[in-house]
């Protein structure tokens, strides 16, 4: 019998793959038994409140991979026994998150940070109710930080979120509840596309080529559109890993002043540059001081700490602050003061560089793999730094498809159309590579080589048996 099922609609990994991974660990555990019959689609969505078509895409990966069977007029069936059909948990290479290694994870540094906290004279007040707007120490270190770099100014102000995706909430409620025009970049971030458009935003698409937004249609949409929000990442953006170049942040600028629209900047992957040259922030290029910037502890020290923040204008701020408040009070003040003396203590430098040295390793990895073993017309993003490569296959490979084939051997990795707002992205992927280790990277590569190749050969055969059409 199917066990309870937990997903988390906030989680990076799509639910689909949540649930998948749910039931899959269900078999593999023994849990469900051969032969045993699964509850169909409609059932199981009106149980758990998901639509039908993540019940059929989890479904799909689990026949995939030998575990279940469907039968027409009969139902989904456990088919084989986990041990000798499916690939062990152990085992699997999954390119499918975006988060550090927890290899990686300075545990011994973080046990000592924790205890240095709570035996400090603050702990009482730490573990006491805060301010909405976050611990005040680690406001000012993250501001002061933020104003060395140039990307703050002597107006702006500082609010402590629970990571960026609680920030991008909290704009979403107070600049676009009501049907606001919102721009981003297409693709994007599911996290960033769905929380404005569950608020009931108008959300726009605007095409990301290899040098970030495509220019021109921003013009174009401007021009068409009375924009509020342009929502931009430009530093090794997720998922494409690109970044906009200085003249083109810019422009950019100078085109949302004459719209009326302000920019947010999500700065998540900024101080993940592996190679090359720190490119101005919007913040600080943005002498109107309009500009919101979003950053998080989250890339390069702990995800799980929740940890991000919001700056902009005071008036802003206050009014974020202010629906903050109403949401959850304030933010983890433990979270907080620990990562505070962390950064204090030096360690998360230590952290930091460590954890740049490493990622280059991976990025020149998965690079090395998609030169080595992609098939014949395909591109790839060749970033400088952050945790994603974006692949686009040639048509009409079909990246869904691919997937499947893939996780049935034991590699994972997010199909582009997850990402997509305006526009259909079926034959790319996103690969993110910072969480493996080169040799895990090179071994999947090994894998995903074989399938792509072997997809590119039947797909190319195809078309050449196609008859072709009379001439008229």
């Not at 573990?127 to 930080?145: I, K």
């Not at 569950?198 to 959300?203: H, I, M, S």
């Not at 020149?364 to 073993?373: I, P, Q, T, V, W």
């Not at 893939?406 to 997010?414: P, S, Y």
Request: glycine letters at 10%.
């Amino acid at each position: 019998m199917l066990g309870a099922i937990q997903l988390d609609p906030q989680s990076e990994t799509p639910l689909y793959r949540q649930l998948y991974e749910v039931i899959k660990l269900q078999i593999l555990k023994g849990r469900i038994s051969r032969g045993e019959k699964l509850p169909a689609g409609r059932e199981l969505a009106g149980t758990i409140g998901l639509h039908r078509t993540t019940i059929a895409a989890a479904y799909e990966l689990l026949e995939a991979e030998g575990l279940i069977k469907s039968h027409v007029g009969r139902g989904t069936f456990v088919e084989a026994e986990p041990e000798t059909r499916a690939v062990r948990e152990s085992e699997v290479i999954s390119f499918a998150a975006s988060r550090p290694s927890e290899d990686e994870f300075p545990l011994n540094g973080i046990r000592a940070t924790c205890r240095e906290v709570l035996e400090s004279a603050e702990a009482a007040s730490i573990l006491q109710l805060g301010s909405a707007s976050g611990y005040g120490p680690l406001r000012r270190f993250v501001l002061n930080e933020v104003r060395k770099r140039g990307a703050a100014g002597p107006d702006d102000d500082i609010l402590i979120t629970s990571g960026c995706q609680q920030a991008f909430d909290l704009i979403q409620r107070v600049m676009a509840s009501r049907g606001e025009t919102v721009l981003m970049e297409d693709p994007v971030y599911p996290g960033v596309r769905n929380v404005f458009q569950r608020g009931g935003a108008k959300v726009i698409g605007i095409p990301v080529g290899e040098e970030g937004i495509d220019l021109h249609a921003l013009e174009r949409t401007l021009e068409k559109e009375r924009v509020r929000l342009i929502v931009l990442t430009p530093n090794f953006q997720n998922p494409t890993g690109t970044t906009i170049p200085e003249f083109e942040r810019g422009r950019i600028i100078e085109m949302a002043r004459r719209a009326g629209a302000r920019i947010v900047e999500n700065d998540l992957y900024g101080a993940l540059r592996y190679a090359g040259s720190e490119v101005p922030a919007f913040k600080e290029l943005d002498k109107s001081g309009e500009t919101i910037v979003l950053g998080s502890f989250s890339k390069i020290a702990f995800p799980g700490l929740r940890v991000g923040w919001a700056i902009g204008p005071r008036a802003l701020i206050a009014e974020l602050t202010e629906a903050k408040e109403a949401c959850d009070l304030h933010s983890d003040q433990l979270s907080q003061a620990v990562l505070l003396r962390f950064a204090e203590s030096g360690r998360l430098k230590e952290h930091h560089e460590k954890t740049i040295e490493t990622g280059a390793e991976r990025l020149k990895a998965c690079l090395e793999g998609c030169a080595r073993e992609l098939p014949k017309g395909s591109r790839y993003t060749r970033p400088q730094g952050g945790m994603n490569v974006w692949v686009t296959l040639p048509e009409p490979m079909e990246a869904t498809d691919l997937a499947a084939r893939a996780a049935a051997e034991g590699v994972n990795f997010l199909p582009g159309r997850y990402f997509a707002v305006s526009r259909p992205q079926t034959n790319s992927l996103r690969l993110s590579f910072a969480g493996l280790r080169p040799a895990d990277i090179a071994r999947g590569w090994n894998i995903l080589g074989r399938i792509f190749r072997t997809e590119y050969e039947r797909a190319r055969r195809g078309y050449r048996h196609e008859p072709s059409p009379a001439l008229v």
